[in-house]
């Protein structure tokens, strides 16, 4: 059996309760560049030697995670309300009250609805 931890507050998450996945994708991005005629006719061989040098110092990890870095949590329902509140600076602490709303009890009314 999977024994899941949650990444916010660290305690175990007991098995099928109730948990969250957060999924994070940290890309590098860029704004569209125009090419025109002066970068296309400049020799880039010396930025091209440079970039490969800065490269050869760094491990794959390091190259890999300045371009793409996917992280995955799983939060309990407590977490999971603080990092809906404040996502870059959250704090598990810092989660509202609980809601009256026990979506627990309807998510899994949705996989098992109960005879009429
Ligand atoms: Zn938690």
Not at 17 to 26: F, G, M, P, Q
Not at 62 to 74: A, G, N, Q, T
Not at 79 to 93: D, G, M, S, T, V
Request: glycine share 2%; net charge negative; proline share 8%.
């Amino acid at each position: 059996m999977i024994t899941y931890h949650c990444d916010g507050c660290g305690k175990d998450i007991p098995p099928k309760s109730l948990r969250y996945t957060v999924t994070i994708d940290v890309k590098a991005a860029y704004d569209k560049k125009e090419i025109g005629l002066a970068e296309l006719v400049q020799d880039h061989k010396k930025e091209i030697l440079d970039l490969i040098e800065q490269l050869e110092s760094k491990s794959a990890d390091e190259v890999e995670s300045s371009v793409f870095k996917r992280l995955k949590l799983d939060l309990c329902p407590s977490c999971q309300r603080a990092y809906l509140k404040n996502p870059i600076h959250f704090h598990p602490e810092q989660a509202p009250p609980k809601t009256d709303l026990d979506i627990d009890a309807f998510l899994r009314s949705l996989d098992n609805p109960e005879p009429e």
